[in-house]
């Protein structure tokens, strides 16, 4: 068995947080102790004979993982992957290098710890106790929804009005369609269609609308953008806690 490892590039204080939540698993981060960096070690590079195949998966897994970034702490970039490392038998280690683009400097915000109620007021999860970060990675390694929403949060253009949208389907049609999502108690219905139009709306979104052209007439009272990023942040919330997370 191949142990591969993958150097991880992105904002230090976020590779500092990574390597105290996973210090060991199925999937870890961990210092370099033949460098200053921070390594990705995951269980799934075993099945790996090539460099290539590791770059596959690590794009996969390395995007939950800034998805959880940018959920619990606000990162602004994602985490991207340098030189793939393979030991080798005199004791040292083969380096495989590929070129990727360089990363930004955000702002430092704290983890998110969320409380959420139903519609009576009745408290639905306490706070896990494990880490929330750990939590959401093993949640999105048996729950395909959670991990396409973790690899959504972690594009570029998560927060427009397609990349909204985006992860507002998902969580609808995980939940069992618009009508279950309106029972959950979550939010209103009339924000759930406000939402909806205005997405769709190219008068509401302009270019930034999910269609080219007006499908239907124009929202009566649109939401705005601000609105719209707040009521998906929150029904994000709402669903990963009743999930556990």
């Given at each position: 068995?191949?142990?591969?490892?993958?150097q991880?590039?992105?904002?230090?204080?976020?590779?500092?947080?990574?390597a105290?939540?996973?210090?060991?698993?199925?999937?870890?981060v961990?210092?370099?102790?033949?460098?200053?960096?921070?390594?990705?070690?995951?269980?799934?590079?075993?099945q790996?004979s090539?460099?290539?195949?590791?770059e596959?998966?690590a794009d996969v897994?390395?995007?939950?993982?800034?998805?959880?970034?940018?959920l619990?702490?606000y990162?602004?970039d994602?985490?991207?992957?340098?030189?793939?490392?393979r030991?080798n038998?005199?004791?040292?280690?083969d380096?495989?290098?590929?070129?990727?683009?360089s990363?930004?400097?955000?702002?430092?915000?704290?983890?998110?710890?969320t409380?959420?109620?139903?519609?009576?007021g009745?408290?639905?999860s306490?706070p896990?106790?494990?880490?929330?970060?750990?939590v959401?990675?093993?949640?999105?390694?048996?729950?395909?929804?959670?991990?396409?929403?973790?690899?959504l949060?972690?594009?570029?253009?998560?927060?427009?009005?397609?990349?909204l949208y985006?992860?507002?389907?998902?969580?609808e049609?995980?939940?069992g369609g618009?009508?279950?999502?309106?029972?959950?108690?979550?939010?209103?219905?009339d924000?759930?269609?406000?939402?909806?139009?205005s997405?769709?709306?190219?008068?509401v979104?302009?270019?930034?609308?999910?269609?080219?052209?007006e499908?239907?007439?124009?929202?009566?009272?649109?939401?705005?953008f601000?609105?719209a990023?707040?009521?998906?942040?929150?029904i994000?919330?709402?669903?990963?806690?009743?999930?556990?997370a």
């Open positions: 068995m191949t142990i591969w490892q993958v991880l590039e992105g904002d230090v204080r976020d590779l500092e947080f990574l105290e939540i996973f210090p060991m698993g199925a999937r870890k961990l210092r370099d102790e033949q460098g200053s960096g921070y390594l990705y070690e995951s269980d799934s590079f075993h790996c090539t460099s290539e195949e590791v596959q998966l897994e390395l995007a939950v993982l800034s998805g959880i970034l940018k619990e702490r990162s602004r994602s985490l991207k992957y340098g030189a793939v490392y030991p038998p005199n004791g040292g280690r380096i495989f290098v590929s070129i990727h683009e990363l930004q400097i955000r702002v430092e915000m704290g983890a998110v710890t409380i959420v109620t139903d519609a009576a009745n408290i639905i306490q896990a106790t494990l880490p929330r970060s750990s959401l990675l093993q949640l999105a390694a048996r729950d395909i929804a959670v991990a396409k929403v973790l690899r949060l972690s594009c570029p253009d998560a927060m427009t009005w397609v990349g985006r992860i507002h389907e998902v969580i049609d995980d939940v618009q009508h279950k999502l309106e029972k959950q108690g979550w939010g209103s219905k924000d759930l269609k406000r939402f909806k139009h997405a769709n709306s190219v008068q979104a302009g270019d930034k609308s999910r269609h080219g052209r499908h239907q007439v124009p929202p009566k009272n649109p939401m705005k601000t609105e990023e707040a009521y998906t942040k929150y994000l919330q709402v669903w990963l806690t009743s999930k556990g």
